[in-house]
């Protein structure tokens, strides 16, 4: 019976393989999601500066790839096995791909989902980068603030006013992701901070009143990103990830009023509600009606 020894050998051999693998799983990677905004960039403190098509624009979107590359060597710094960009200013198309660590994976241009600026998005991440931050809309002391577009008054989920990177911890908290990271203006770190504790973070500037603003140069800001990003990574187990209770009531207060989005209902004048336990929903109509 040589033939069925030398079957049931090979079989041995496979089993001694496969075995291994079956009791030990696989060690997962570290994916890091950076979203990356532009009001917050260092040196930013006027809308013409992040507009493209002004003369300044070109120069600021340098400054905008230096941070987001500041953040990408940070992360893999701390390990990070995979790292997703999303571009998330304006139309989404400010980071020029050639400028943009090629170990790291793009995400850009305006998306139709409801998660837009946390757009790719999921459990298999770790851990969640804003960079380029500003304050909500109404923040004293802020540079640039607002809340996603220039006609929002207020957005509320469950009685707490959000500004993007509340909301924005809020999406990736649905899928068990902290947010470990901010880099923004003084008071958007402390807006954010208020909200999902003590996380790292990089101030980068300053209001000292009216348009004027106080920072670090880029390069400076860079050097603190990439140390402040691999820092909070190492330490993402004291990260919580942030949660509001289900079910959603938004309350959003608008200047301009859009078509009512079905489910929304109209309060006042300017002021709508809609609750879902759906998160993503809440967001839909959030960003239907901003
Ligand atoms: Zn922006």
């Known amino acids: 019976m040589p033939r069925f020894r030398a ?3 090979v079989l041995v051999a496979l089993l001694a393989f496969s075995t291994p693998a079956l009791a030990q799983p696989q060690p997962r990677g570290l994916k890091v999601f950076i979203s990356v905004d532009m ?16 003369p300044d624009y070109p120069h600021f979107r340098t400054i905008m790839a230096g941070e987001t590359n500041a953040a990408i060597e940070g992360a893999f710094r701390a390990g990070a096995t995979e790292v997703l960009v999303r571009d998330s200013h304006g139309d989404k198309r400010n980071l020029l791909p050639a400028d943009v660590d090629p170990r790291a994976r793009l995400l850009r241009g305006a998306s139709s989902g409801p998660k837009n600026m946390l757009e790719g998005i999921d459990s298999t991440f770790d851990a969640v980068v804003f960079i380029g931050y500003h304050a909500r809309a109404g923040t004293p002391g802020a540079i640039l603030e607002h809340t996603s577009t220039g006609n929002v008054v207020d957005f509320a989920i469950n009685g707490v006013s959000l500004p993007e990177g509340g909301y924005n911890a809020l999406t990736a908290g649905l899928y068990g992701v902290p947010v470990v990271f901010i880099a923004g203006d003084r008071a958007v770190v402390d807006q954010v901070r208020a909200l999902l504790g003590p996380i790292g973070a990089v101030a980068v500037k300053e209001e000292i009143g009216g348009d004027a603003s106080l920072g670090m140069s880029p390069k400076r800001a860079q050097d603190e990103i990439r140390l402040g990003v691999e820092q909070a990574i190492r330490n993402r187990a004291r990260a919580r990830v942030y949660k509001l209770s289900a079910p959603y009531t938004m309350v959003l207060k608008v200047k301009q009023e859009r078509p009512l989005h079905p489910g929304a209902q109209r309060v006042r004048d300017g002021e709508f509600t809609f609750t879902s336990p759906d998160l993503l929903a809440v967001l839909a109509a959030f960003n239907a009606m901003k």
């Open 39 to 54: 009001e917050g960039l260092a040196g930013v403190v006027a809308s013409a500066d992040v507009s493209p098509g002004a």
């Open 7 to 9: 079957l049931t050998r």
